[in-house]
């Protein structure tokens, strides 16, 4: 539309310059009333659709009408009744009787137009305020509030208009004066009423969990809505109950799913394509092979040439062999539909984000234009001073609009990188839920939980920045082209500069992706180690091998440290390069201006244009290397990542689920084995087993009794054959699998509680005495692997569990093993066996025990995995084949064995009248608890609840007392409040307080160059005045550019060294933290292994660690450099415009305040956030291990919904904290844009004073100031966050350590030559709160007698061997070995003297031979012999490696037979005169428990040997027998007096069905 055209519409002219050009300037009436009334109500018209369409779709629910949006209705309204009244004016005016006849002008078309425009438009926000009323959840509009907002600015104008001709002269038309002002109140209220939100009842809950729900438009942009948290978190520390909910969109559950449906349809492409790939290679390798052939055929007719071939052939093969291996790295799993997944799971938040991004850059760039405007109006003085103030505003207006952009963006990226995070690390559990065999042995557990932590943690990192990637070269590009308009082609001189900087870039960072690299191999090795030196720390301890491990953890430590030192040094060069960028870009640019032509004058418009564009360069400049370097630690995750979960799934077809069968369980003909590469392990295996059947398998050790389990329940893979099983399955695990919950949780197993069902189960396992002595019954806590139940106890929990879910088919993999004979035959009888409670049900029970073979329903026998015969025990003994030799051999020997006592709890509880002690109080649970030697994983040390039938008065008041610690797990201790100033001391201490003061003073030369730098140039820029119509000297212009040039190198230079330094320095801390952190925990007491899991402490090597290594260096340098960036900017602003200071005493107590709230729950959040994580790492390394059981039962869908629920509860404190973040920098972005707009506003109030180099420079600084404040308290805050890693890592290097390893008392070489033992009254306790164990034990042990050690359950015998090797020390008494108190020598000299062979093999990764000598002390000659006399030199002759055959993780790779053999060689090699067997022959079966029995009596003969008996058969043979019960030897006597005496020995012999005549045979 013409101009023409709109003064007719109008009827007034439209523009005009004269009307700006004056001291008190308007603008025309016609524009308020076109362009000022199209601007809101065309962005109405544009937005309306939306709202319009969910009326449209009718089906909105309809919500009950509250008061609230009936008052914005009514209001609307009015509006339309002033709308008509308006037009109804202009028609009176037009028609009325007021008109004299004569005049025939008529009003113009605007005032027909406007109120018609108004009326519709009142209208449709009547039905948009209805559509926003129907659409669920939501409490308010922003459009409509846009709207307003808009409308009220637009009016502003109009408004004012009127109000000068009201106050000038008369109104000339009261009619619409009164009309406008009242529609301009009615937009005000409108404005106000739609800036608060109305939350409707039902949602009024939802909004008390989640406040964010219920946020209004303006409280959502500026975070007011977190204000709540922020306040409470100051006034006291935040805990996991002040959380809220999560948005439903942020929950685990909807991020996974989405994630997951896309990552299904990427990963199978990527699969196809994979296979093409094979493929292609496979056809080229055959090509290739033709050839080959043919022409080392040739070469071997000629003999002369036989080494050419020799040469030929290595060189071929060595490259074959490096393609090969490349190629295989490179190729064998699914690659490059990660990202895309990502992309595709989260594209809707990247592209708001995106818009966010791109509104903000553009915004960043008019401040510099403003700026040149302001520095040419304050030196022009002939300017309107209006002009001045317009300029302060708009830089006010367009430093808050960048602001809310920015921030939007910001909570946009963050939430996405923390549901990228949880999408990864939910994908990652899920697929270790389904892993196929082949997958799960290419990683370890740590491996895995590195996965979830640290890959997925780079994701996160890398999304927060990923709109860089374009937005940098877009700020690059803009930047150029305005400092082209200003400078001209000198610019290119700048770019130039630029341009070379990127190559090397490049460069570094290539060369940091190779370290980083090579830093995470490094991180993964000493966390493996880590991980098995916490697990089998009581080994390390038995056997003095601490320093052994200690200095494997420091090898590794001391590698990945140098690689962190040249990975600092690369960071301090490229700093350097990049600190030096700015100052050289504008030297050069600046230089080359000057030069070209000695017109061009560089006056403070065209400089501190440039310098503020330079400053908006700095940026993309700096953070596009960090990006790429972060992108590039990413790469590496990727392919961990796509690697681990591109990897084969289970086959789930392997076991079929056919219901025609009429057999419970089938296989036919079948052939497995775990590896496809490998030899099977069970061969044509043909079975067919009856509904309600029970079958026993037996067979040698390695025989393949477990491996058959394991087809049945689909862990193997098949090379043929087909199994088929009808209904549920239940299993029962050889090595018990135990949660860390409550004991009835593990027994219920997600199946919903029927009591009486329960109460039948535990009674039949026999678990009923153990619950009345466990503190909390059924509700007590079961500790991590169990570690607060005995083995017994966790087999029978185990068994329970089997029992109580209502399986048709159960598989038995030797349950009773842990368990001593009464208790077996009680679990066989009463659910097991013929007429237990799954007597109707299939069952298959894998045993050693023969006792039990006569009940069964059949016998399958198993050799070397071939099934060699099947039948009842009948037809199996008549057939004389290979069962009736294995009975032969063992049947008389089984009817001797039998055991008196199992390590769980005895079931026979003793009537009060015979109790010996039946007024001895009931022992503390927690003293039991930790007088429990862990599970598997911890060596076991034996039970000890003694089922003492006490009256139960007695019993309730024992209860009392001893609540004193019932929880055996201790909840992670966390620091509150403030971090203590001593802990920074620590740190600036482990760094030298030297390289600490200097890097500071190095900082601080380099920031004063800064400044001085810019001082310069403003004093350069005032030489345009100076000379304004003269020649410019060449001597001065070469003077400021040299000056210029020396001070922007200086920083540079400075930023170099202070990096270097701290380098230096942050090394050396993190060198020293970890050296004291590991060396503390190997000397911590064993006590202390029991209480705290050992997710807790792998949490601190790693995640603590991590963060010393990483996140505090790099957030120490940005804090210093922050804090010297702020002050040196104040100082600058003070300089240009004292009057500044006034401003800067409030604006700093505003931020002081500011800041303490934010930090105060930032930092809390952040701790809530570590605590929060170890329970997902905990509970994903509970599920790895009991795979096999989770699997069995089918219960992945719930163990996937636990994990949801613990990654939400670790969510709900890292959303807060992403939250917290944007509060502050839109409270302190704020605060900049104030000190910005005064910077300003005292510039144009005093500009005649001052010289417009100083305001350019003033107000440079200010623009820059926003960020700064930002990062400075962001800094604060990660500074303190990522220092508790210190306090974390100190925590446990103040931990009360064990006696010393080596005392100054030095022993023989051959101490102890005698062996003879003397306890004098020895009194001992776990821990000085609790009860005494042993009281006061006397007894003396002479050389090379070998003792037999027996008692109930709980009577002290592990305790008595702990005593023995100072693993619990004494509280009154002493033990002399051949005269020496053993208290008064080194742990690690008296250890190291004694053997023992623990019952629970543990075996490290590692060599065979590490496993034998760590210390390397042996020549390889002794551990052939010890190997053959433990029967194992055929196995190892048998291996490629041998000696150096490589054990996996806790020797999964043998047998649980050989693995106790080991132990045995152990045993030999040390050679020592006193052996402990710690019932060492529990978990075997009889043929390696006789190889071990004999092997004991020829090579330890001259040896005095402690039994701790399993087996009572076991000790019969032994010189003396000691019993012990409660903690008080009670009989020590040779086994035939014992007999004799018909005391507490004897019970328990005719127990055990041993009778003197059995004694004598032996």
């Known amino acids: 539309m013409s101009a023409a055209a709109l003064e007719e519409y109008c009827g007034s002219v439209f523009w005009n310059a004269s009307f700006l050009d004056s001291a008190n300037p308007d603008l025309p009436v016609c524009v308020e009333q076109t362009v000022l009334v199209w601007i809101p109500l065309g962005f109405l018209w544009l937005c309306a659709p939306r709202h319009l369409l969910v009326l449209c779709r009718g089906h909105g629910k309809h919500q ?21 009244a308006g037009l109804a004016v202009t028609l009176g005016e037009d028609n009325g009787p007021g008109r004299e006849d004569g005049d025939t002008k008529r009003k113009a078309g605007v005032f027909y137009a406007n109120p018609i425009l108004y009326a519709v438009s009142w209208i449709l926000v009547l039905l948009c305020q209805e559509g926003v009323r129907r659409r669920e959840g939501r409490v308010d509009s922003a459009t409509l509030f846009l709207f307003w907002l808009l409308l009220v600015i637009c009016h502003i104008f109009p408004f004012q208009t009127l109000l000068r001709e009201a106050l000038m002269e008369e109104i000339p038309n009261v009619p619409r004066f009164c009309l406008f002002n009242v529609s301009l109140g009615l937009k005000v209220v409108a404005l106000i009423l739609s800036s608060w939100a109305d939350i409707p009842p039902e949602t009024e809950e939802l909004v008390k969990k989640n406040p964010e729900i219920g946020a209004p438009f303006l409280s959502r942009i500026t975070f007011t809505w977190f204000n709540s948290i922020v306040v409470n978190g100051y006034k006291r520390p935040l805990v996991q109950e002040d959380l809220w909910e999560l948005n439903e969109a942020d929950g685990t559950q909807h991020i996974s799913q989405r994630f997951h449906s896309h990552m299904q349809v990427k990963l199978t492409e990527a699969r196809a394509t994979l296979r093409k790939r094979l493929q292609q290679i496979e056809e080229k390798k055959i090509e290739d092979a033709a050839p080959e052939t043919e022409l080392s055929n040739g070469l071997v007719k000629g003999v002369s040439q036989h080494v050419l071939m020799m040469e030929e052939k290595d060189k071929k093969e060595d490259k074959k062999k490096g393609k090969k291996d490349d190629k295989k790295k490179e190729e064998d799993y699914p690659q490059s539909w990660l990202i895309p997944t990502i992309y595709k799971s989260f594209k809707g938040v990247l592209f708001e984000s995106a818009c966010f991004k791109l509104l903000q850059d553009l915004l960043a760039f008019v401040s510099p234009q403003l700026l040149k405007m302001m520095i040419s109006f304050v030196s022009d003085s002939a300017e309107h001073a209006w002009r001045g103030y317009l300029y302060a505003v708009l830089l006010l207006l367009v430093a808050i609009l960048q602001s809310l952009f920015l921030q939007q963006y910001f909570q946009r990226c963050f939430v996405m990188g923390m549901q990228v995070r949880t999408a990864i690390m939910a994908a990652v559990y899920k697929k270790a839920l389904v892993v196929s065999n082949d997958t799960r042995k290419e990683s370890t557990v740590g491996d895995t939980v590195n996965l979830m932590s640290a890959d997925a943690q780079r994701f996160n990192d890398v999304t927060n920045f990923i709109h860089l990637l374009w937005s940098c070269p877009l700020q690059i590009a803009l930047s150029i082209a305005f400092l082209w308009l200003e400078l001209g082609p000198s610019v290119l001189a700048g770019l130039a500069v630029m341009v070379m900087m990127v190559p090397i870039n490049g460069l570094l960072a290539t060369k940091a992706r190779s370290l980083q690299i090579e830093n995470m191999k490094f991180k993964d090795q000493r966390m493996k180690i880590i991980n098995e030196i916490l697990n089998g720390i009581k080994i390390l301890k038995l056997y003095a091998w601490e320093p052994s491990f200690q200095a494997q953890v420091e090898g590794i430590r001391g590698q990945e440290l140098q690689v962190m030192r040249k990975f600092a040094y690369l960071t301090s060069v490229s700093t350097f390069i990049f600190s030096c960028a700015p100052s050289l870009v504008s030297l050069a640019t600046f230089a080359v201006f000057v030069g070209v032509s000695s017109d061009n004058v560089l006056n403070a418009e065209k400089a501190f244009t440039a310098i503020s564009l330079f400053n908006i360069l700095r940026f993309p400049l700096a953070m596009l290397p960090m990006l790429i370097a972060s992108m590039v630690q990413t790469a590496v995750s990727r392919k961990r990542l796509e690697k681990f979960l591109g990897g084969d799934d289970l086959d789930s077809n392997i076991v079929h689920h056919d219901s025609s069968f009429n057999t419970a369980i089938s296989i036919c003909d079948g052939t497995f084995t775990w590896d496809r590469k490998a030899e099977p392990i069970l061969k044509n295996v043909s079975l067919d087993i009856g509904r309600g059947r029970l079958v026993a398998v037996v067979g040698a050790v390695g025989s393949g009794k477990s491996s058959l389990i394991s087809v049945l329940l689909g862990e193997m893979q098949s090379v043929k054959g087909f199994v088929n099983i009808q209904g549920s399955v239940a299993y029962v695990p050889q090595q018990s699998w135990i949660q860390n919950a409550t004991l009835k949780d593990n027994i219920l197993f997600g199946s919903p509680n029927d009591s009486k069902r329960f109460q039948q189960v535990v009674d039949a396992c026999a678990l009923t005495p153990d619950l009345e002595l466990l503190p909390g019954g059924e509700l007590t806590e079961i500790g991590e692997k169990g570690i607060n139940l005995s083995g017994g106890q966790k087999q029978r929990v185990s068994l329970a569990r089997a029992a109580y879910s209502h399986a048709d088919i159960y598989l038995l993999d030797d349950p009773l093993s842990a368990v001593d004979s009464h208790v077996g035959k009680h679990l066989f009888d009463r659910v097991i066996g013929p007429s237990g409670i799954l007597r109707d049900k299939t069952r298959i029970l894998v045993t050693h025990n023969i006792s039990f073979l006569p009940y069964v329903d059949e016998i399958m026998v198993l050799v070397d995995g071939v099934v060699s015969e099947v039948g009842s025990y009948q037809s199996l003994r008549a057939s004389k084949g290979a069962f009736s030799q294995f009975l032969d051999t063992y049947a008389k020997e089984e009817n001797n064995k039998s055991d008196f006592c199992e390590e769980g709890g005895v079931v026979e509880l003793i009537p009060d009248g015979e109790d010996p002690q039946a007024d001895c109080a009931l022992e503390d649970a927690v003293s039991a608890t930790l007088k429990r030697e862990s599970s598997i994983r911890r060596s076991q040390r034996k039970g000890s609840f003694k089922l003492r039938k006490t009256n139960s008065v007695k019993k309730l008041e024992d209860l009392g007392d001893s609540k004193k610690g019932q929880r055996l797990i201790e909840k992670e201790t966390m620091e509150t409040g403030k971090v203590k100033f001593s802990v920074y001391l620590q740190y600036l201490r482990a760094m030298g307080w030297g390289t600490s003061t200097m890097v500071f003073v190095a900082y601080f030369i380099q920031n004063i160059a800064f400044i001085g730098q810019n001082l310069w140039l403003s004093l350069w820029t005032n030489d345009a005045e100076d000379y304004l119509n003269m020649t410019y000297p060449a001597w001065k212009r070469d003077t400021r550019v040299g000056v210029f040039g020396a001070l922007g190198v200086a920083q540079g230079v400075f930023v170099f060294i202070g990096t270097l330094l701290l380098a230096n320095g942050s090394v050396a801390a993190s060198c020293i933290l970890h050296a004291k952190l590991l060396h503390n925990i190997l000397r911590v007491p064993m006590v ?71 930090v105060a729950s930032s930092r809390q959040l952040r701790r809530l956030d570590s605590v929060s994580r170890s329970p997902i790492y905990s509970h994903f390394g509970e599920t790895v291990s009991g795979l096999s059981v989770i699997r069995a039962y089918g219960h992945q869908e719930r163990f996937l919904k636990h994990n949801e629920k613990t990654i939400d509860e670790n969510l709900k404190s890292v959303y807060p904290w992403i939250v917290s973040n944007r509060w502050l920098a839109i409270r302190l972005e704020f605060l900049g844009n104030l000190v910005v707009f005064f910077a300003a506003l005292f510039a144009v109030i005093s500009r005649e004073s001052l010289d417009s180099g100083l305001v350019g420079l003033a107000i440079s600084y200010a623009l820059n100031v926003t960020q700064t404040l930002n990062w400075l308290v962001r800094m604060t805050s990660e500074l303190e966050t990522n220092i508790v890693a210190v306090e974390r890592v100190s925590e ?141 030199k055929e196995y190892v002759v048998g291996l490629e490696a041998r000696l150096h055959h490589k054990v996996a993780e806790g020797g999964e790779n043998l047998s649980v037979g050989q693995r106790q053999l080991l132990c045995l060689a152990r045993a030999l090699l040390r050679k020592s005169r006193i052996l402990i067997l710690d019932e060492a022959t529990a978990a075997v079966d009889l043929e390696t428990d006789n190889l071990i029995q004999m092997t004991i009596l020829k090579q330890f003969s001259h040896c005095t040997i402690l039994t701790i008996a399993h087996r009572l058969h076991s000790i019969m043979d032994s010189s003396r027998v000691m019993v012990l019960d409660a903690g008080r030897i009670v009989e020590f006597d040779s086994p035939s007096n014992l007999l004799a005496k018909h005391g507490h020995f004897y019970s328990m012999a005719k127990d055990a069905g041993i009778t003197a005549e059995d004694i004598t045979a032996l």
């Open 1292 to 1432: 446990y290097t103040a931990l009360g350590n064990e006696a010393e390893w080596v005392t100054d008392t030095r022993l023989s070489e051959k101490w102890p030559e005698a062996g003879r033992l003397q306890f004098e009254n020895y009194k001992v306790r776990y821990r000085p709160e609790l009860d005494l164990v042993l009281h006061g034990v006397t007894c003396d042990i002479e050389s090379t007698e070998k003792i037999g050690i027996v008692g109930r359950t709980g009577a002290g015998k592990s305790s008595l061997t702990n005593c023995l090797f100072r693993i619990i020390e004494a509280v009154e008494g002493r033990i002399l070995i051949d005269g020496m108190d053993i208290a008064s020598i080194g742990l690690h000299d008296l250890r190291s003297r004694l053997t023992i062979i623990p019952q629970d093999p543990v075996l490290f990764s590692g060599t065979l031979r590490m496993n034998l000598d760590p210390f390397e002390t042996f020549s390889d000659e002794d551990i052939w012999k010890v190997l053959e006399l433990s029967h194992l």
């Open 64 to 84: 009950h009408l509250s008061r609230f949006y009936l008052c914005k209705q009514l209001v609307v309204g009015l509006l339309l009744l002033t709308a008509v």
């Open 1088 to 1158: 202390f292994f029991d209480t705290t899991p050992t997710g807790r402490l792998v949490n601190r090597f790693a995640k603590d660690i991590f963060t010393v290594d990483e996140a505090i260096p790099q957030s120490f340098r940005s804090w210093i450099l922050c804090l010297l960036g702020v002050l040196g900017t104040l100082f600058v602003i003070c300089l240009a415009t004292p009057f500044f200071t006034i401003i800067i005493i409030p604006l700093a107590v505003v931020y002081y305040f500011v800041q303490r709230f934010y």
